[in-house]
């Protein structure tokens, strides 16, 4: 099963709110990787956990913060963010350190 | 500069007619290479890969593509186009298979009928 789950699908949140994105993944992977989308533009990736280690943040500001309470889930705390914020974020998962990633639906946030 | 083009931003195709879309990598070595596809508002789904080894990779939903190393090329193809292969489609790399996807900018797949 090739799947990668996200929730809510839709987030809407003003400037002042604390939110989190949800991400599983039950195909034994060991690598997740969150990822921002702005319309028409490629994802540009944010954070990757290796083994549940967080071994590449993008330079992302401190208003995300990621965690990964396991192997199976990966979760994005948003706390005072910018209507610039919002966007699709993708969540992905990969075998180990192989390159191939599976993708989630996506959340779509709006921030007011 | 390392880098992925797809000199395409749109193709409108006809249904029933046969599709390439282009990409081209600047890359050192070979790099892990892939095509995403993804429809609007939706995640991206994973159409192929090439790692190594046959330079022509079969992919999912009739969809193949061709490494091409003298050309720094990865071409998607599809011998005939169906409505609902109307989405983006993305070329991506990992440069010496890391975890880092470098993605192209896309191209919109239009189809006409």
């Known amino acids: 099963d090739t799947e990668v789950t996200q929730t809510p699908k839709h987030l809407v949140m003003g400037m002042t709110n604390k939110k989190s994105l949800k991400c599983e993944q039950h195909m034994g992977h060991r690598a997740m990787y969150w990822y921002k989308q702005k319309a028409k533009k490629p994802p540009e990736l944010m954070f990757v956990?290796?083994?549940?280690?967080?071994?590449i943040n993008e330079s992302v500001p401190s208003r995300f913060s990621p965690e990964c309470p396991n192997s199976s889930l990966l979760n994005l705390h948003l706390h005072a963010l910018q209507p610039e914020d919002s966007a699709l974020y993708l969540c992905?998962?990969?075998?180990?350190?192989?390159?191939?990633?599976?993708f989630g639906p996506g959340t779509r946030l709006t921030v007011t | 500069a390392q880098s992925v083009t797809q000199p395409d931003i749109h193709i409108t195709v006809s249904e029933g007619a046969s599709l390439e879309l282009r990409c081209n990598y600047s890359?050192?070595?070979?790099?892990?290479l892939f095509w995403y596809v993804q429809s609007p508002g939706q995640g991206l789904q994973l159409l192929l890969k090439?790692?190594?080894?046959?330079?022509l990779v079969q992919g999912i939903k009739g969809f193949e593509a061709e490494f091409k190393r003298s050309q720094s090329s990865f071409n998607l193809r599809k011998p005939s186009v169906h409505w609902s292969d109307a989405a983006e489609y993305f070329c991506a790399v990992a440069p010496g298979g890391f975890q880092k996807l470098v993605f192209g900018t896309g191209t919109r797949l239009l189809v006409s009928p």
């Open positions: 956990y290796s083994y549940e280690k967080l071994s």
């Open positions: 090439y790692f190594s080894g046959d330079t």
């Open positions: 992905a998962s990969s075998q180990g350190a192989g390159p191939e990633q599976y």
């Open positions: 890359y050192g070595a070979t790099p892990y």
